[in-house]
């Protein structure tokens, strides 16, 4: 059998752009926006509920005044700047400045502790940061005098724009914190060229075009969110209504008011299953899932009720977005499809990881050149960590993970980080995290623990134990109390047996 799988022409036809921009001779993603903010400057782009719609217009002046804002800060291209706010007009015209200026932008998670932020603040050295929780300026001043904190409203005074540096495709425009397939969080590093290599492929195989208006509820400081949603709305010379979070009535009503493009996360889509107004999703001329399995039933159940195919695809933090269902062609529910546009995929001999090249694949993990190394094959093919088989038809099924990674409502929540929380707690002797299968959440934070001797903690002291440490998200939602961990010879828990023991 063939284990390498190229893009096939047939599934992903190249659609016709209306503009006819050339948007592969751009180096950047600031350039090749800009080549669409050139005409229709008068074109609605973005909306969010505070400022109402802003045009391409607004946001090519926009971003060049915080630019210059930007660089008025003492900020030169290079720099890291972390930028972590809900979603709105104003952060993206921060992310668009902080692009055109050459600086690199480190998203986080608002929903950080301390000792979360401590990490990345400690990893990507960053000079600024625009944020806009209170207690973050506070931590950061703690952390790291020396950095600059603002919020992320920057245009409001008009100023001169500096003469920005050229930029170049392979220059890093963004740092990804992902664990990988192992250890604690690191920085991928995406450069101009990944990034628009990640969003010309979707853009071409979802037919994505000016007309399109895509409800974005997803969080910008993850890339399904930011790579996918964002600049390919932007690549794509198309609109985004912006949510700052998910509901399905919000997602409905968008709907109904002509946006013609959703992208979610399967709990996103189990939700809108269960509104009574699941039918209005027919509205949307595509809905695309991602970042977790999709279950096959929820797939038909949302056909059933809205004559909804939803397109699955699949995609990681280092890469962009690798493998798709088909615009036109099959949507094969429990499948992720074919490679997209530029990727190579194949099938590791022996274990069925999925390896991937393509100029979508990221240049590193920021400063750790070991972790790098170890991450690509001696070939150069990006170990993914995930285990695939193809289909009869050629579809990627994607059929669990190598690496340590439980997903729970598209959010990943890596093993070690809580079980070291867990541990600090002076009832637990020891912890293991594993998923437990969920309808709603896809996996549930589940902490084994030992107790320690006489003890029987309960789950909201070890949740509040790790209030501060871990954002929510990554608390255990259940708890099993047991006497050992199975162990192998080397001393590593064996967490399937954990899951096999019954005792769930
Ligand atoms: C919120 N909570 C969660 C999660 N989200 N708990 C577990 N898992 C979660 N994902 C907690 C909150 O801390 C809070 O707990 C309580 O649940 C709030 O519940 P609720 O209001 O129902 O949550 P929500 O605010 O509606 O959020 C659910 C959500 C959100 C909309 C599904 O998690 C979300 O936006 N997920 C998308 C994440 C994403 O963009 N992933 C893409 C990664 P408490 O009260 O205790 O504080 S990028 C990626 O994976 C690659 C590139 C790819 O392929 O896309
Ligand atoms: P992240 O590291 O946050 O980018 O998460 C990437 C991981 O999410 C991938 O390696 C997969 O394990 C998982 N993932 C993304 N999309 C899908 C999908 N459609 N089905 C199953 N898993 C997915």
Redesign the pocket.
């Known amino acids: 059998m063939n284990r390498a799988r190229r893009a096939d022409a047939a599934h992903f036809p190249v659609g016709v752009d209306p503009e006819s921009v050339d948007l592969t001779a751009e180096a950047s993603l600031p350039a090749a926006w800009a080549k669409r903010w050139a005409s229709q400057t008068s074109k609605p782009t973005l909306w969010d509920a505070e400022t109402g719609w802003v045009t391409r217009g607004d946001l090519a002046r926009r971003s060049r005044v915080a630019a210059g804002r930007l660089y008025g800060a003492g900020l030169r291209k290079g720099d890291r700047i972390i930028i972590s706010a809900g979603a709105s007009v104003d952060l993206v015209v921060a992310h668009v400045a902080a692009l055109r200026l050459g600086l690199i932008v480190v998203p986080v998670n608002g929903?950080y502790q301390r000792a979360e932020l401590a990490h990345i603040v400690a990893d990507a050295d960053p000079r600024a940061a625009l944020v806009d929780q209170p207690e973050w300026a506070r931590w950061l001043a703690e952390l790291a005098p020396e950095v600059t904190v603002a919020s992320p409203r920057l245009d409001i005074d008009d100023n001169d724009a500096p003469s920005l540096d050229q930029l170049s495709s392979g220059d890093p425009a963004l740092l990804?914190y992902?664990s990988g397939t192992t250890g604690a969080p690191k920085g991928a590093v995406l450069t101009h060229g990944n990034l628009l290599a990640g969003a010309e492929s979707v853009r071409i195989a979802w037919r994505w075009n000016p007309d399109d208006c895509l409800v974005l509820?997803?969080?910008l400081?993850?890339?399904?969110?930011l790579?996918?949603g964002l600049h390919g709305t932007l690549l794509s010379g198309a609109s985004a209504v912006l949510l700052d979070?998910?509901?399905p009535d919000a997602v409905l009503d968008a709907a109904t008011r002509g946006a013609t493009l959703f992208f979610?996360?399967p709990?996103?889509y189990t939700?809108l299953a269960q509104s009574d107004r699941v039918a209005e999703l027919s509205r949307l001329r595509l809905c695309v899932a991602?970042?977790?399995p999709l279950s096959a039933d929820l797939h038909r159940r949302l056909e059933e009720a809205a004559g909804v195919r939803v397109l699955e695809?699949?995609?990681?933090?280092e890469?962009?977005?690798l493998v798709s269902n088909p615009h036109d062609g099959e949507r094969r529910a429990g499948t992720v499809g074919y490679p997209l546009p530029g990727v190579e995929l194949r099938l590791d001999s022996e274990s069925d990881e999925v390896l991937v090249r393509g100029p979508n694949v990221f240049a590193g993990y920021w400063r750790r050149p070991e972790a790098t190394a170890e991450a690509f094959d001696e070939r150069g093919w990006f170990r993914t960590g995930d285990l695939g088989e193809f289909d009869e038809r050629g579809h990627l099924r994607l059929r669990g993970r190598a690496k340590e990674l439980v997903?729970?409502?598209?959010?990943?929540?890596y093993p070690r980080e809580v079980e070291d929380a867990l541990r600090s707690h002076p009832d637990v002797e020891d912890a293991a995290v594993t998923g437990t299968p969920d309808e709603e959440?896809g996996e549930?934070?589940t902490a084994w623990v030992v107790p320690s001797a006489g003890q029987s903690p309960q789950l909201d002291d070890l949740?509040s134990h790790l209030d501060g440490v871990c954002?929510?998200?990554?608390?255990p939602?259940l708890l099993r109390l047991v006497d050992e961990l199975p162990r192998n010879a080397l001393g590593k828990v064996q967490k399937h047996l954990l899951h096999q023991s019954g005792l769930e």
Do not use: C
């Open positions: 929903a990804g992902t509820a997803l969080p400081f993850h890339m399904h969110g790579g996918v979070g998910f509901s979610g996360v709990t996103m939700r991602g970042s977790a695809r699949y995609g990681m933090t890469t962009l977005m997903i729970s409502g598209g959010m990943n929540v959440w549930l934070v949740r954002a929510h998200f990554k608390h939602r």
